[in-house]
């Protein structure tokens, strides 16, 4: 039995989304979604907004963070040639998830300090860059750049700027030719390794998820043994960015290894023509975190 009742991974302004939180949440609600999770980049500043927007439109809210951290392996080239791509990402994201998770307890507070540091990573990163496009000829007001970002600037932000002070045309040309991984202004910053993410989450009582893993250009089964190893407990198998051919082999691989599964629209606005919620995902393989939902979602399908 499939559903499309669950959408576990979407941004809002908190991070690089488009829209404010309770939009977000309206807009997913209008696509029909029970259970909602948003998974802004480094940062859960937007979980109380989310839940009363979520209660508000008759959802459940998930409290989720997507997580960048360091590659778990290196990128297979034939894997990336096959794929059609120039390059892998040269950070793996990792979805977290706490169901359970009571606001302001002791688990929430650990792992906010936990995390802290990889939002404030992004600040002196982002002035770096900043140098680096004026020592080019492209002089960004920082302020600026962080001014268009809630609590987790990053380069998306910045690409915004570039087009605001008429260096390129669009955010994609600005990532293309300045700002993507491996052009001239990109800068790496300290990332948590997987394993360690997992830790730091399964410490405060959640469960992770390997987001879109087509990025990280490597075949199926050493991305199966790796999330094995590291501790990660699901795959993100059914993603926008992935064929039906990808989802079906993803999805396979990870029910055979015992993973759970979970879906995301990664919905960050409506500006990048992208559409929340409509991802469909067998009701079966979801993780086992989410069987009270689960059990309530099959139950109401046989009223």
Not at 84 to 95: E, G, K
Not at 218 to 227: D, H, K, Q, R, V
Not at 285 to 290: D, K, R
């Amino acid at each position: 039995m499939w559903t499309e009742a669950f959408d576990l991974h979407s941004h809002s302004t908190n991070s690089d989304g488009e829209h404010p939180v309770a939009d977000v949440a309206k807009m997913m609600a209008e696509s029909k979604v029970k259970f909602w999770s948003l998974t802004d980049h480094d940062t859960i500043s937007g979980w109380s907004s989310a839940k009363s927007a979520a209660e508000s439109e008759g959802m459940r809210f998930i409290p989720g963070v997507e997580i960048t951290c360091m590659p778990g392996l290196k990128a297979d080239s034939k894997v990336m040639e096959a794929r059609q791509r120039d390059r892998a990402s040269d950070s793996w994201h990792l979805l977290a998830y706490f169901p359970e998770m009571e606001f302001k307890s002791h688990q929430h507070d650990g792992f906010e300090a936990w995390l802290a540091p990889l939002g404030q990573g992004r600040i002196p990163r982002m002035k770096t860059m900043v140098e680096r496009l004026g020592e080019l000829g492209m002089p960004v007001d920082f302020d600026a750049v962080v001014a268009r970002a809630g609590d987790s600037v990053g380069r998306p932000h910045l690409a915004d700027e570039m087009v605001a002070a008429g260096y390129v045309e669009t955010r994609q040309q600005a990532f293309d030719e300045w700002i993507g991984d491996g052009k001239p202004v990109h800068i790496t910053r300290p990332k948590p390794s997987i394993a360690e993410a997992c830790k730091a989450v399964h410490d405060a009582g959640g469960f992770t998820s390997l987001a879109h893993p087509l990025y990280y250009c490597i075949g199926t089964p050493e991305l199966i043994a790796f999330c094995m190893e590291a501790g990660v407990d699901a795959i993100e198998c059914f993603h926008r960015s992935h064929t039906d051919t990808y989802r079906y082999e993803l999805w396979n691989a990870a029910k055979n290894a015992g993973l759970g599964v979970t879906c995301g629209s990664d919905f960050h606005g409506r500006m990048y023509n992208q559409a929340p919620g409509r991802m469909a995902v067998p009701i079966s393989t979801l993780p086992s975190a989410f069987s009270e939902m689960t059990l309530s979602l099959v139950e109401s399908m046989h009223q």
